[in-house]
C-alpha cells in the first residue's frame, strides 16, 4: 500500500542581497511548524553552496497534515514577508517516496 | 562551530519514458549506499507529482564522506547507465544546513 507520506522540496529564489533575510524568515517559520505541527514530519533549509538559492526539505504525514501547514497564520505571514524579497517564483516541488533511506540507523 | 554535514540535493531530468529506468538504477545506488557507506547518513529518492525529474535528497557526514561516495565502482557504473537515460543534465546542489528539524521528535 502507497504511503500516505508526501515529501515537498521548495526552492526560494531571493534577491542577491536578501538571501539571509529570506533565510531569518524561513528560520521562523521552521520553529512555529515544529512547535505547532505534529504532523509535519521534517522541515529544514539548505543553503546551496553556488548561487542564490535556499531550499526547503519537507515531509507531511498526510494531505492533511500539508493543508494544515498551508493555512496557518504564520505561513501566509511567511509568505506575505517573502514574497517581495524573491528574484524568482518558488519552485515548489510536491513528491512522492520512492526508495531509500531517510537517516541512520535504518532499515532500507 | 559549523557542521561538517554535507548536504546534497540532485535533480534527475530523465527522458520521457525513461523516468521508471532511471528510478530503478537510482534505487539500485541506494541499496549499495545504504550497506556500503555508513558516513552517508541520508540517501532517499523523491518523485515529483508533476514534471519528469526524480530527486535525490542526501546528507554526508564531512566531505570524506562525499569523496567516498563518488569515488565508488557502484556509483560510476550508475552515472554510465543513467547518463544516456536523461534529457538534461542533472542539476547537483551541494548544500549546508541553515535550519529546521530533519525529522520527529527532535530539538530544533
Redesign the interface.
Known sequence: MASKEI?V?ATFKPKADKIDDV?KI??ES??NI?KKE?NT???????????N?????EKYADAGALKVHGGTEYFKAMIGKVTPLLAAPTDL????????????P?K?
Open positions: 515529501h522540496v533565510a524561513l528560520a521552521a520553529a515544529h505534529p514530519l521534517r522541515f529544514y533549509l539548505l543553503r546551496p553552496k553556488k548561487g538559492e535556499l531550499i526547503a526539505v516541488k510536491i513528491c512522492n517516496f520512492v526508495t531509500g533511506f531517510e537517516g541512520r535504518s532500507l
